[in-house]
């Protein structure tokens, strides 16, 4: 029974994708809800950036008061290796931050291209191995979410996946 149910939901899921690309209002307010997400998503990590970069401030400002501490006080030193581990975990996460606020930049879609890639989804479905399948279906939803006693299925897209569509879309044209 089970099985049977997550197969219903797996049709679910793949028969709302072809209706997206199906239907122009659709893939405009789902390339809408992308850039709303994908924003939202920038202003946190701007966000995240500018506290870190406080942050690196003050531990390089320490840093610069311990170092003339360490010949007078052996403890400036333990201090200055903490202060130093510090300075590069917050550099680390700083890289990744910016990383991150890159590849979204590069993952926001045009709607053309988007309603291109959706309309292309169907036809292409009917022959990709299910591997392939499956990896498309990952591409584009985060995570679907079923109430049995509602009877209800959500799913929830990646805000990148129709980027990533796009791009597989279009290898796929090339190839």
């Known amino acids: 029974m089970l099985r049977f149910r997550r197969i219903e939901i797996e049709n679910f899921v793949v028969s709302q994708i072809r209706e997206i690309g199906k239907d122009s209002e659709v893939v405009a307010g789902t390339i809408r809800q992308t850039r709303m997400e994908s924003e939202k998503r920038s202003r946190e990590l701007e966000s995240e950036r500018a ?15 311990l170092v003339g501490l360490v010949a007078a006080n052996p403890l400036a030193a333990d201090r200055m ?5 510090r300075i590069r975990v917050a550099e680390q996460r700083v890289t990744a931050v910016r990383e991150e606020l890159m590849a979204l930049g590069r993952e926001l879609v ?10 292309l989804f169907d036809p292409v479905w009917d022959v990709l191995s299910p591997r392939e399948q499956a ?5 584009l939803v985060e995570r679907v979410d079923y109430d ?20 597989e879309m279009k290898r796929r044209e090339t190839a």
Do not use: C, M, W
């Open 51 to 65: 506290i870190l970069e406080k942050e690196l401030a003050r531990y390089n400002s320490d840093l610069r008061k």
């Open 81 to 85: 290796a903490d202060v130093q581990e």
């Open 110 to 119: 045009d709607e053309k291209e988007a309603v291109q890639a959706l309309a």
């Open 135 to 139: 990896r498309v279906i990952q591409l």
């Open 148 to 167: 049995g006693a509602k009877g209800t299925v959500a799913i929830t897209f990646h805000p990148t996946g129709i980027r990533s569509l796009v791009d």
